[in-house]
């Protein structure tokens, strides 16, 4: 990622990806046939499979906290993983094949266990009937609110709150609304 960052995509080589892994550049080829391909393993290994181990936590029965753990990751991530994160926003934007794999094969991915998660609570009765492409595109999007304020524009204000703050403060949003419950 430092790479690509560092470079931007069309100037980062495998040559340099090799060197700053302290590998030889044909031992990448005989795992990735393109920086495209090392790119888009980097950020499925920060998103989903970070994901699927929270996506597999008992705590799943309890709605609020299994959604709030799920917020205290990704901001965790953000925050972790600022190069990938930045770049994502700044750089994918400009390369047409990287972007629409990057939204096809990762960003719909995380969408669709988060869309899964909201179906069967509401099959189950513990959620209302709603439409959960639209409930689950409105929560990821609470959060990478986060993300793009503190790690792409340097929000001080957003780098104050805890992660812990932030989710505690969506999901109680998200499950609740906004008007008092009187």
Do not use: C, W
Not at 72 to 98: C, G, M, S, W
Not at 110 to 133: M, N, V, Y
């Amino acid at each position: 990622m430092k790479v690509f960052a560092q470079r931007g995509y069309a100037a980062a080589t495998i040559r340099a990806i090799a060197r700053e892994a302290n590998i030889a550049q044909g031992t990448i080829y005989l795992y990735f046939p393109s920086k495209r391909d090392i790119l888009l393993a980097l950020y499925r290994s920060m998103i989903l499979e970070s994901l699927e181990e929270i996506m597999a936590r008992p705590e799943k029965g309890d709605d609020e906290a299994f959604l709030r753990s799920l917020v205290v990751d990704r901001i965790l991530r953000f925050r972790q993983n600022a190069q990938a994160v930045r770049f994502a926003f700044t750089e994918l934007p400009f390369h047409d094949e990287l972007r629409e794999k990057f939204y096809r094969e990762i960003a719909l991915e995380q969408l669709g266990r988060i869309q899964a998660f909201l179906k069967d609570r509401i099959a189950h009765g513990k959620f209302r009937p709603l439409r959960a492409e639209i409930a689950a595109r409105a929560f990821q999007g609470m959060y990478v609110i986060f993300a793009l304020a503190e790690v792409v524009y340097d929000d001080p204000e957003v780098a104050r709150f805890t992660p812990e703050e932030i989710a505690d403060e969506v999901v109680r949003l998200f499950l609740r609304g906004a008007r008092s419950q009187d």
